[in-house]
């Protein structure tokens, strides 16, 4: 089906709906955008649209979004973080806090329309959400109904999901046709619980806080470089050495091999695991075998494995920088950046003495997921 038909369809499918008022909830990416601009071709001032601030979004994002598309889809930004926080900080598990995420969500979008008499709900569920969500991968918030979730019920509202059997590559040709901004377009995914899952394990303020402002970092020093993804993660720095691990390594340099504490998610077959984290430390022989490393190391219910980038004397937290290459999301690979550029991120990075050590994850999906819960 070519672009232009699955406008048309979409399109054709909400004005056969008996709508009245729908609510669009936008959170600037392009999946969100694309559902909502097709929604208002379809039903002009019947949609309303809004971005909910949950309190775990990138240093100003909702000023941001709001300005970017100003041209093509007026939005109300709503401040909900109180909820948010109530709900989710505190919480360690991966899965609790995507569940939790989800409810404080749904239930606020729920209040917003009510309040505006909407009845039908528009959001840019894609298929990688709800096969990853039934899959057990990790729960995608914006996936309900394909998991038994009556909206109607629950919610008080329909689902409107335009792009729900299309991938990312799909979703971005569709916006080209719509004329979104082409910012939006490129602009990278970010997950819908937004920060609180980059904030690994025990969600507090001031992990939040190192999260937030690494990711910025990591954005502005890698965003020219082409890449699909780029984020940072942090977590607390506490690890246990590895003997068997570090022997899987000592052909490619003088290494040793850290488990932490924290766990992170990964694919094993076509399930989801939970496992362990490893960081690799030392002296490599040559700078490509840490693209390799993954291969000696994902065993047992090792995920993710990290290179260590540099260390300081002090500090409490370890932030990972991610990074990786994808057409669909359902795979990605890690691209070969070059050693001092990653170096000299890291660095700046650790200007915040808060951060104890900095390294970069060289794991594929699979095994490992792209973000870490």
């Known amino acids: 089906m070519s672009t232009i038909e699955i406008i048309n369809r979409a399109v054709e499918g909400m004005r056969s709906l008996p709508i009245n008022c729908a609510l669009a909830a936008i959170s600037g990416g392009v999946d969100s955008t694309t559902a909502a601009v097709l929604a208002r071709k379809a039903l002009g001032d019947r949609l309303r649209a809004v971005f ?22 007026p939005i109300e930004v709503v ?13 360690s598990n991966a899965e609790e806090k995507r569940i939790r995420f989800r409810e404080v969500f749904y239930t606020v979008l729920s ?55 299309l991938y990312k590559d799909q979703v971005r040709e569709v916006a080209r046709a ?16 937004g920060l609180s899952i980059r904030a690994v394990g025990e969600l507090t303020l001031e992990k939040l806080d190192i999260v937030r402002r690494s990711t910025e970092i990591v954005e502005r020093r890698l965003g020219d470089m082409g890449l699909s993804q780029w984020f940072a993660a942090a977590w607390e720095y506490s690890t246990m050495p590895s003997d068997e691990l570090s022997r899987n390594v000592v ?21 989801r695991s939970y496992g ?12 490509d075998d840490a693209y390799e490393l993954h291969r000696y190391l994902t065993i047992g219910d090792v995920t993710h494995v990290i290179y260590g980038l540099t260390e300081g004397d002090s500090g409490k937290y370890f932030v990972s ?8 999301f359902m795979t990605a690979d ?19 003495n808060r951060i104890a050590a900095v390294g970069f994850d060289v794991t594929p999906k699979p095994p490992a997921t792209i973000e870490y819960e």
């Open 79 to 91: 401040d909900a973080h109180e909820q948010f926080y109530g709900a989710v900080l505190g919480l």
């Open 251 to 271: 052909n490619l340099g003088d290494l040793h091999v850290n488990l932490f504490k924290v766990r992170a998610t990964g694919v094993k077959g076509d399930s």
């Open 334 to 352: 890690v691209p070969r950046l070059d050693r001092n550029t990653l170096v000299n991120v890291a660095r700046e990075i650790m200007s915040d």
């Open 178 to 193: 719509l004329g979104v901004p082409s910012e939006i377009i490129n602009r990278q995914p970010f997950p819908g619980p």
């Open 111 to 165: 209040g917003i329309a009510k309040k505006y008499g909407c009845d039908w709900l528009v959001q840019g569920t894609i298929a990688p959400d709800w096969i990853e969500t039934k899959g057990g991968i990790k729960t995608q918030h914006n996936v309900l109904e394909q998991i038994g979730i009556d909206t109607s019920t629950k919610y008080g509202f329909k689902l409107i999901e335009p792009l729900r059997e």
């Open 321 to 328: 920088i991610r990074a990786v290459l994808t057409e669909d």
């Open 52 to 73: 909910i601030d949950t309190g775990f979004m990138r240093l100003n994002e909702p000023t941001h979004v709001k300005e970017l598309l100003k041209g093509i889809l």
């Open 276 to 287: 362990h984290v490893a960081l690799v430390k030392g002296r490599l022989t040559k700078w």
